[in-house]
Nanobody
Framework: QVHLVESGGGLVQAGGSLRLSCEAS????????IGWFRQTPGKEREFVAA????????DYGDSMEGRFTISRDNAKNTVYLQTNSLKPEDTAVYYC???????????????WGQGTQVTVSS
């Protein structure tokens, strides 16, 4: 069982940055792939980024690569999502999720956090 808590969301102007954090409980954090997803009302959930258990492998959604960076600190049981050059269309609730495998896919995540709101004003 993994419990995930996101933080770091907020209101930012277009072009600004936010660093989102996902803190996990559990003693086997490094054995989990962690992903970030986002969702806006009326739209399907969108894959943002994922990082392997060791942190050596990353994957990004098509519209995020180059602007977003995912990283993790296994000693702190925390995964970060650095979001730069934010656009109004990045406005969404951002969720982190854990997949009980060290390698990542863009689906099949078992545990989910409650989400953190990111709002980008124009």
């Amino acid at each position: 069982q993994v419990h995930l808590v996101e933080s770091g969301g907020g209101l930012v102007q277009a072009g600004g940055s936010l660093r989102l954090s996902c803190e996990a409980s559990g003693r086997t954090f490094s054995s989990y792939c962690i992903g970030w997803f986002r969702q806006t009302p009326g739209k399907e959930r969108e894959f943002v980024a994922a990082i392997t258990g060791s942190g050596s492998g990353t994957d990004y959604g098509d519209s995020m690569e180059g602007r977003f960076t995912i990283s993790r600190d296994n000693a702190k049981n925390t995964v970060y999502l650095q979001t730069n050059s934010l656009k109004p269309e990045d406005t969404a609730v951002y969720y982190c999720a854990a997949r009980p495998r060290a390698f990542c896919t863009r689906n099949a995540y078992t545990y989910w956090g409650q989400g953190t709101q990111v709002t980008v004003s124009s």
